[in-house]
């Protein structure tokens, strides 16, 4: 598949403080692990307002704006800010967009884009979790309207919550989301269907290879053949990883090769989530792209 890759030196500037796990060496760390794959580079640019709106409210956006404007630390307890956070996180989502014009023109059968800050948490009107802008569903709404059949498969380790609150009453996009329960933020149970666009596997601690593995075969798999998206989306995070310091989880690095490998049916546009121990994210990403180039 000729894969693309998009990323920016901007997100290098979105400083979280001392100490603070989703920090501008993730970024490095993604990009060393995909040194000498044969990727095309996708050039980023900024979201617009209106793409922005796609995932969240106005007043939202200006609020996030004003802020880093201002000065502000920190949006909520974990999402920390500084000077160019809300010109990084305008250009993440940005270039998220970026490759899927790039899928869409052709110019790439499947994409990876090595972004920060993450997104999965943002929801329609609120930061969270480190995330300003949720970059997934910006993108989702981007393609819906330009009449895609979009599926969004988060396997960051912890809930993709942002997203089930953007799409929980918007059926024209499906999300499914593995992650470990009980974790933090505590949500993503069986029973939340939204408007049955909605499908959440709650994975016990220690869940390693064997049981992702199970699932992805009994229930990711069915749900993307009755789906039938022209393109996949994944909120791709590495802290379901056996090294990950915020989780429980045993997955291998090869276990996002075998994810990667069975979802490849249909294109496939993958986003950075999280993931913060960098060996892992660095070998863990490398797989993952390779899968994507192979399938
Ligand atoms: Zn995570």
Redesign the pocket.
């Known amino acids: 598949m000729r894969t693309g890759l998009v990323t920016d030196p901007l997100f290098l500037r979105h400083h979280t403080g001392p100490g603070h796990p989703e920090r501008p060496e993730r970024l490095p760390a993604v990009l060393k692990g995909l040194e000498g794959l044969d990727l095309v580079a996708v050039a980023p640019r900024d979201a617009t307002r209106g793409e922005l709106e796609g995932g969240h409210e106005g007043r939202y956006i200006d609020a996030v704006r004003r802020a880093v404007e201002a000065g502000a630390r920190e949006l909520d307890a974990d999402t920390t800010v500084s000077k160019d956070s809300y010109a990084a996180a305008v250009r993440a989502a940005g270039a998220a967009l970026a490759l899927g014009e790039a899928w869409l023109d052709g110019r790439i059968e499947a994409g990876f884009a090595a972004v920060r800050p993450p997104g999965h948490h943002a929801g329609p009107a609120r930061a969270m979790g480190f995330c300003l802008f949720n970059n997934v569903a910006i993108l989702a709404r981007f393609l819906t309207a330009r009449g895609k059949r979009v599926s969004i498969l988060d396997w960051?380790?912890?809930h993709g919550n942002g997203t089930q609150e953007i799409f929980q009453s918007d059926p024209s996009v499906r999300h499914m989301d593995l992650h470990q329960y009980p974790l933090w933020p505590m949500t993503g149970l069986r029973e939340d269907r939204g408007a049955g666009n909605l499908w959440n596997i709650p994975m016990p601690p220690g869940s390693g290879d064997r049981e992702y593995l199970k699932a992805f075969d009994e229930e990711v798999l069915p749900w993307l053949e009755d789906g039938e998206p022209d393109v996949l989306l994944v909120s791709c995070?590495f802290?379901a990883h056996e090294r990950d310091p915020?989780a429980d989880q045993r997955l291998s690095t090869e276990a996002f090769a075998l994810f990667t490998k069975r979802i490849a049916r249909q294109p496939v546009l993958s986003l950075l989530?999280?993931g913060y121990d960098l060996d892992a994210i660095r070998a863990s990403a490398r797989a993952h792209v390779e899968a994507l180039i192979g399938a």
């Open positions: 960051d380790v912890h995070g802290d915020l989530e999280g």
